[in-house]
């Protein structure tokens, strides 16, 4: 007899997935119904309107990719390159390399841009290669890179790519939700983002949204989508305007009533005040990391609230210390990436895990956990600090 699964009970402060919140967890168990089912088709009409919101975009080419994050940046690469393509792509850290990957393989040729890990993509240089390669057909960036803390400046960088005559491609996986994005305001052609970074959702689902101009791209195409499951000409008869819907794929039915319970749960807090309650805790946060020593990878300015890439000097045991942490606090954060590695944390505070408490309970615990590795250090005075900052906004 092999026993059923039952997980322990964390508190996920990484890079995703974070913290779900339980009235998701209930709407994921509610009955299965038929992917076809008028109901479920009416479910199908709301997560449409409520993704609109979150992206804050009328553009109708607007679903959710039934697949995590990578399945929207793989979309949105195989539907609008085409062989032979030049795409100019920004990579300041882990994701904008996937983005590479997934030009090559989509026969297009990759013009890169290189910043160091934990800046900012330099806008002189994106519109320099714009200049230099006028038959690019695309500007592609990562809007919050996950993997060093840094964000982009998305209405400058499309701002450029429009001046150039390119669509611009935005991955906002960790953005949406977190921090401020427009997509139409902006002039963003193709976005994808995922459910477990700041919706707090379950993973494996990726809403994407295409502008007019991207969506047309799409129908023009000379060559078919090289893969059939994310080919959106096809995906488009299930998801379509229109009310005859045809089978494609079984849509996973339960993973989208959680999805749409997390963006039910985004409108009511309000859309604006969500991106004010990340900065919040941020806020403090930061003020208690400061009080502990510790410092941040990424300048100030350009800081996600919600991916903390905190600094720690070299004599401290990197592994033990993120054992100790899950294993006598039940609290996962994230290890460094790339040349990060082995020198920075990533301590997520996304969705739902964004609050006060999660940021005084991982202070505390990041305290203790130093001192009993031997680099003595203040609990009080990190919450201190943090309660000071909470005080303040
Ligand atoms: C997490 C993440 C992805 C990939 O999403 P998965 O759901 O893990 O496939 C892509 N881009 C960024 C910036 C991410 O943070």
Redesign the pocket.
Known sequence: MTDSFHPPLRTLMG??PSDVNPRILEALSRPTIGHLDPEFIKLMDEIKGLLQYVFQTKNELTLPVSA??????ETVFVNLLEPGDKVVICQNG??GG?MRENAIRCGAVPVMIEDDWGKTIDCNKVEETLKQNPDAKALAF??????TGARSDVAQLCELAKKYGCLSIV????GLAGIELYVDKWGIDAIYS????CLSCV??L?PVSFSEQAAEVIRQRKTQVQSWFLDLNLVMGYWGGDSKRAYHHTAPVNSLYALHESLVIVKEEGLENSWVRHARNHAAFAAGIEALGLGFVVDKEFRLPQLNTVSFPSTIDDAALRNALLSEYDLEIGSGLGSLAGKVWRIGLMGFASNQRNVLFCLSALANVLSSLGHPCDAGSAVAAANASYGKS
């Open positions: 890079p995703g995590p994050g990578s399945a929207g940046m882990v994701f996937r990562v809007h919050a890179e996950t993997s991955d906002s996986v960790t995922g459910t477990q970074k993973p494996g990726s």
